[in-house]
């Protein structure tokens, strides 16, 4: 029987975007849209329980019809109605639908035929990317009724493999602005969203419905969006894995905030699950050209259990230099420094370093891009979409935003390209760096944006690199696994792992390390 990571393999080199050979130069280059490795590890999950297995192991059951995709559904199904009312991470539901899939390819399987690596797992999506036939609002009034023609190509891919799914998840106002900015998942449409692990916390944003039901158990995966730590800071808050991957490795299609303009490579689309390998399985089957997004890049997907971690030099650091309330707390400090000692037992080197100067006028760089045009990308968003009634906290900024001139604007531009170069050249050094997500765990929702303390958005007040953005602005790919927990015991801490772009393998074989050696995601109280 051919198994389910074999059977990606397979889907992958069939993977439409194929059909754009012609359009390129020679079969060599062709080839280099297989996306997912020949062979990859099964899996190592030990839960037994449906809803908070992995996919990877969940779709393993439904392909040995030991569990069917209607057992599957209905138990997340059973999962969301029981924890949502409180959490609020899943804002709209289509379940008749699920069920009619499910059966259908319960059906299907009974036949022996199945629809690819992911047939019957159900998962949620992030209600900023479209989904065919479900009201996909953006958390903006504009769409309250918007129900898209057509998925947004990575739920497009998803679904295509068999991903059933069962509803989409809280996100601030066009993924950038909400109650309280991207601190937390939170909207004038729904409300805020609530994290399992203490519901007064934050579940960090944008992505942090997404974070919030994956890590309760309420979906097999998500898939989000990362323009500054919005995949990275609910993973971290949450006690999930996520990804960012390279810059234009995925398309951005269907997204509300998609391609192009002077942000283009900042946003960047990836899973968000309970364990590391779900993230092995499910970034290669989304990723590769759709001939829509102009600028996603046909790289070939490198297999992670290749690395050998022997042969790694890490570099890591604890602390951004933030004074305050934006220092870092000791707990998070904690954390890094024993990732980076479990992999001092493993690789070759684990040096205390960071390019801090750089780092710094990269964050200066890119806060000036930010802003530099006053608010008025935003508004465009609002004015295509009908929306009157903005996100108070973006609107207030945007009425006492100055713009730059252009001169500013394009030397701003520059800066940031000059430190990615730096960036590129101090990582010569190393094949990993380390360091954390967010200053502090997941923090109070009912805070004041203009003296919060940070926790999940990668910075917080008083200064110092963001610890998120600067690596959207290189486009270098990002895992975050929970490796610890804040002093108390109760709330999880994530650590990033950092790599040159287009090693995702790196950062995944780096993570699936420090998470045997954690114990990653663990379940939550609710």
């Known amino acids: 029987m051919t198994s389910v990571l074999q059977q990606l393999a397979l889907d992958s080199s069939r993977r439409d975007f194929l ?177 399992p692990y203490d519901l007064t916390r934050s579940t960090s944003g944008s992505s942090g419905g997404a974070g919030a039901i994956v890590a309760a158990g309420g979906a097999a995966f998500d898939i989000g969006s990362d323009w500054g730590g919005s995949i990275r800071g609910p993973s971290h808050n949450n006690g999930v894995a996520g990804i960012k991957p390279t810059s234009v490795r995925v398309p951005r299609t269907g997204h509300i905030v998609d391609y192009g303009g002077i942000f283009d490579l900042w946003q960047q689309l990836g899973p968000i699950c ?20 102009a600028s996603c890049a046909p790289v070939p997907w490198a297999d992670p259990a290749a690395v050998e971690l022997k042969k790694l030099k890490v570099a890591f650091i604890t602390d951004n230099g933030a004074k305050g309330r934006g220092a870092t707390d000791e707990d998070t400090k904690k954390t890094v420094r024993q990732a980076a000692a479990w992999l001092q037992e493993v690789v070759t080197s684990v040096n205390e370093d960071a390019p801090a100067a750089v780092l710094a006028d990269l964050a200066e760089a890119r806060g000036k891009l930010s802003r530099g045009d006053g608010g008025a990308f935003y508004q465009r968003l609002a004015d295509k979409w009908g929306t009157k009634n903005i996100s108070p906290q973006r609107k207030a900024s945007m009425t006492t935003a100055t713009p730059l001139k252009t001169a500013e604007l394009v030397e701003a531009w520059e800066q940031q390209d000059l430190c990615k170069s730096k960036m590129l050249d101090w990582m010569k050094s ?65 650590v990033q792992v950092v790599a040159a772009p287009w090693r995702e393998d790196l950062c995944l074989a780096v993570a699936s390390y420090l998470e045997s050696r954690s114990g990653g995601w663990k379940r939550p109280p609710i």
């Open 19 to 195: 059909r754009g050979r012609s359009l390129l130069a020679g079969a060599a280059v062709a080839a280099s849209f297989v996306a997912a490795p020949a062979t990859a590890r099964a899996s190592t999950d030990s839960s037994d329980e449906l809803i908070f297995m992995s996919a990877t192991k969940l779709a393993g059951l439904i392909r040995a019809r030991k569990v069917s995709a209607v057992e599957a559904v209905e138990a997340f199904i059973a999962r969301q109605l029981e924890v949502n009312d409180e959490m609020r991470a899943v804002v709209m539901y289509c379940y008749a639908r699920a069920r009619k899939e499910a059966k259908a390819l319960d059906e299907k399987a009974s036949r022996g035929e199945w629809m690819g690596p992911l047939h019957g797992v159900p998962i949620t999506i992030k209600d900023s990317l479209d989904s065919e036939g479900v009201i996909s609002t953006g958390a903006t009034y504009g769409r309250e009724q918007y129900v898209p023609k057509k998925d947004a190509t990575v739920v497009a891919r998803v679904r295509k493999a068999g991903a059933i799914l069962l509803g989409k998840t809280n996100t601030p106002e066009f993924t950038l602005g909400g109650l309280s900015g991207i601190s937390t998942a939170s909207n004038l449409l729904y409300g805020s969203s609530h994290n």
């Open 274 to 293: 309970r364990r590391v390998e779900d993230l092995e399985l499910i970034t290669p089957i989304i990723a590769g050209p759709d001939f829509r997004d």
């Open 430 to 494: 190393y094949d990993v760096f380390l360091c954390p997500v967010a200053n502090k765990p997941a923090q109070p929702i009912d805070q004041d944006p203009a003296t919060a303390e940070g926790g999940g958005g990668g910075a917080g007040g008083g200064g110092g690199w963001p610890y998120t953005g600067v690596f959207n602005c290189t486009g270098w790919p990002v895992v975050v696994v929970r490796c610890g927990s804040s002093a108390d015991g109760k709330l999880p801490i994530g």
